[in-house]
């Protein structure tokens, strides 16, 4: 019976760099020293002394023997597991700081394990990479334990198949069995004995990346999800807590935290129609279409700014591609009927219905291009008051495609609703790189924020 972790369903705001970097390095070292051990360039004992000699101290091989293996079998179930665990730890905190925990880690096990079997008289040897590998586990199980692993298994080599099983479920269960595994070995400096102290260095390192909110979990941490373990200082800290209220509103409406500027004032709600009591417009303003020359002219200009210099023809030729669809489409008597109908029912919750169903038959018909983009986005801050969401998406899809002055804005809500509601950073990625700055630099706090979220 083979059971084999194969991947997981854990967001990613960081490229596995390092976990893919650690892989082939285990690869290369094996497959180097068994050509070695074949052509005679490596006798047995030197490979012995690459691995953990607890009768004798070597610091060297604190470290060399992180990227040893017994066998094919040892070396592959290795690597799946830190593929899969290296993978949540490094999506949520970056390269760098992975592979820092993933050294450290495992150089201290050994060194740990290699003293004190000095100081018992051992003669036993240990290698691979499990405490290290298991350092993350535990990491993964304190900040990711309601995300799932997805399992391949084997049985009596004839039945084969996935299932899934949760964080939590699969670090509990692999612990009990190294306890186990401690206890009938009588205490013994095994390899079950390294995959408990690698899970001991790992749990407080986790613990102190919530406490001093250095990693977001965006509220699915053990810690958060749990709220009997926060009345412990020790395991839940007030800047912790401070972390986790700020997503907590991000959830509550993604589009409003969106708007907001530091300091929490959405101040610039009114100036662009956000309001749902705003005045009504002006006699110049009364036709909610976007206005044919004026688009085209926006166009025109904004292409040049979003160019930077660059003389970048095929920007400036979608641009003129959008200016002329919605020329095309204010062009069509239904659209000033449908936006007409729009705009009155956007008042209040009551009318929403209506609102909702006079954007459709306009998007159905190839129309809410040509809708202005200050009713537009009127339309998604009533979507948002309502807590409709999901309804809220195809408004700010719409007004980013116009790519006129509240393009970057309707971006930056977009990717929230992406991130914090349908949970998909990968469509976030996408919307994200949409987003450009020239032209909206109050947008800087927002965007960079985002930045550190969305996975690029």
């Known amino acids: 019976m083979i059971f084999v972790p194969v991947g997981t369903d854990a967001p990613l705001y960081h490229l596995p760099i390092t976990t ?5 390095v285990n690869l290369v070292t094996f497959i180097g020293t068994l050509v070695a051990l074949y052509n005679g360039d490596l006798s047995p004992e030197g490979f012995e002394g690459l691995m953990v000699d607890m009768s004798t101290v070597n610091p060297v091989q604190w470290f060399t023997a992180l990227f040893m293996h017994a066998g094919p079998g040892h070396l592959l179930g290795n690597l799946a597991f830190l593929f899969v665990f290296g993978v949540v730890v490094e999506g949520k905190i970056g390269s760098l700081q992975t592979l820092g925990i993933y050294l450290s880690a495992g150089v201290l096990v050994n060194a740990i394990m290699q003293v004190v079997g000095f100081c018992v008289g051992s003669e036993a040897f240990l290698l691979g990479a499990s405490a290290a590998i298991s350092s993350l586990m535990i990491i993964a199980f304190f900040w990711a334990p309601e995300n799932e692993v997805t399992f391949w298994y084997w049985i009596m080599w004839i039945i ?14 692999y612990n009990v069995l190294d306890i186990a595994s401690v206890f009938l070995s009588g205490f013994g400096l095994s390899g079950s004995m390294g995959h408990l102290l690698g899970a001991a260095l790992g749990a407080p390192v986790a613990v102190w990346y919530l406490r001093t909110a250095r990693v977001d979990c965006e509220g699915w941490d053990l810690i958060t999800k749990n709220p009997w373990l926060q009345q412990y200082p020790i395991l839940y800290s007030e800047r912790q807590r401070q972390a986790n209220q700020a997503n907590e509103r991000q959830d509550a ?12 004032d959405v101040t610039l709600a009114g100036r662009i129609g956000m309001n749902s009591n705003q005045s009504k417009p002006s006699a110049s303003q009364s036709h909610p279409v976007a206005g044919s020359g004026a688009a085209e002219a926006r166009a025109s200009v904004q292409s040049r700014k979003r160019g930077f210099g660059r003389g970048d023809k095929q920007r400036v030729q979608t641009d003129a591609s959008i200016a002329k669809r919605i020329k095309q489409a204010q062009a069509d008597s239904r659209l000033g009927e449908l936006a007409s109908v729009f705009s009155q029912n956007l008042a209040g919750a009551a009318s929403l219905p209506s ?20 009713l537009l986005m009127r339309y ?77």
């Open 20 to 24: 893919v970097s650690l892989i082939v």
């Open 253 to 264: 409406n993604p589009i409003e935290e969106a708007l907001r500027v530091t300091g929490g």
């Open 160 to 173: 084969a198949g996935t299932f899934e099983a949760r964080i939590l479920t699969v670090a509990i269960i």
């Open 355 to 374: 609102a909702n169903e006079a954007f459709r038959q306009a998007d159905a018909l190839g129309l809410s291009i040509g809708l202005s983009e200050d």
């Open 380 to 456: 998604a801050s009533a979507l948002s008051d309502a807590q409709q969401y999901m309804d809220a998406i195809r408004p700010l899809a719409v007004i980013l495609e116009q790519q006129q002055s509240l393009a970057n804005r309707a971006g930056i809500m977009l990717t929230r609703i992406q991130l914090q509601v349908m949970k998909r950073p990968d469509l976030a990625a996408k919307t994200f790189r949409k987003i450009n700055l020239e032209r909206s630099s109050e947008l800087q706090p927002h965007y960079q924020q985002l930045k550190s979220q969305v996975q690029m």
